[in-house]
């Protein structure tokens, strides 16, 4: 297979999922900036959003204040918005604020940006839970190397939301934990 043809064949794999473009274009852009970046929280256009106003904005004010955290390394701010049954492919609070120290000593100028394209409520009064579907990615500069490097990115994963002590907070994902994952694929600890 010539060149050509491999790369008519990526970009006709690309567009037969529009979803990647945004997953290609946030990696791209975490990548090739030098600059400390901006993160970003938005809901993209098109979205199903099956809750009200108010809702959709505790929702984005607790990424908004997780981004901030992260922007100053404040891991006690970080694991304020973690509930406190927080549980991830068996991963607890104290394992993802070993995961955060971890990155914090490692990597500096950590930017992460997220996109939501699902936000839903499943059950109701102190038994709710918000399913937010977001694709995104968190990069920062090695303290090592000194280059930008991707630390994560994900692709439809649906983060868990709790209301806890009156605060909607990040409890975890979507479904069973898998015994043993696919091929190819990471857990997604960090919201």
Known sequence: M??????????RSMCSCPGRWVLVAVATLSLLTG?????????????????????VNQILEVFNKAEAAVAVED?????????????????????IRKVWSDLFKEY?????VHFFSKIVNVGSGSNAIIEVTCTGSLSGFSKTSGLRVPIDSWYGEVHFLALEGGTWRIRGNAGETPRVLPFGTAPHPLF
């Open 75 to 95: 891991l006690d701010g970080i694991m304020a918005l973690y509930a406190t049954q927080y549980n991830y492919h068996g991963l607890k609070q104290a394992d």
């Open 35 to 55: 600059t400390t970046g901006q993160a970003a929280t938005s809901i993209q256009q098109g979205a199903v959003v099956e809750v009200d106003q108010a809702t």
């Open 2 to 11: 010539t060149g050509l043809m491999r790369g008519v064949t990526m970009a």
């Open 108 to 112: 500096r100028n950590l930017v992460d």
